[in-house]
């Protein structure tokens, strides 16, 4: 029996996240990862992301199954948790709103019956962190993003996918790093 290696979580903002639509497989093992591909190029199944926790609700009828909103500054990060986050769902229902946390989790990808695809977080660890922590994970996320664009200047297979999917405008996702600098900015400011 081989062990699988957990995959990387990326950073991305939920701006990018929300937009990204193309989900696919690389191998059609029944175990093979699903993976969705921003239009930056980042192949995600799990993802490292910061932000305000603003809304938590247990919407459980026989069991606890939270429903949770981390914001950071391009948008909102949908969380689900259920009976097979029990550490997340322990972690969640614990904290005081408002706050910021760290999220670590798999990404949750559905499409509706009318055709657009839906993602969503599904938590394995979440922890209360302070806000030099979140604006570090902004910071950061900056960075991985740009990145990102520069790299989908190189002829590789994953960029290929992004060219022919998403079309190549990449001063929309420049522009979602340049308004989450400007919100951080705008906080040291304050």
């Known amino acids: 029996m081989s062990l699988r290696q957990r995959e990387v979580a990326r950073r991305l903002y939920a701006k990018e996240l929300n937009e990204s639509t193309l ?16 239009p930056t190029g980042a192949k995600c199944n799990r993802v490292f992301v910061v932000g305000a926790l603003t809304e938590k ?37 614990a904290i005081e709103v408002p706050a910021f946390v760290a999220v670590v989790g798999k990404l949750n990808v559905f499409r509706t019956n009318d055709g657009p695809v839906k993602v969503s977080i599904r938590p394995e660890f979440i ?18 993003t740009l990145e990102r664009i520069e790299r989908l200047q190189l002829d590789n297979e994953d960029a290929a996918k992004v060219r022919d999917y998403y079309g190549i405008d990449t001063s929309l996702y420049v522009g979602i790093v340049i308004e989450a600098l400007e919100a951080l900015k705008k906080e040291y400011e304050t």
């Open 23 to 38: 989900v696919y497989k690389e191998h059609e093992d029944t175990y093979a990862p699903q993976y969705l591909l921003t």
């Open 57 to 93: 609700e247990n919407v459980g009828v026989d069991s606890d199954y939270w429903r949770a909103r981390l914001a950071d500054p391009t948008g909102v990060f949908p969380i689900y948790a259920g009976q097979y986050q029990q550490q997340a769902v322990t972690q969640l229902s």
């Open 127 to 144: 922890n209360v962190v302070d806000s030099e922590t979140r604006n570090r994970w902004v910071l950061e996320t900056a960075e991985k």
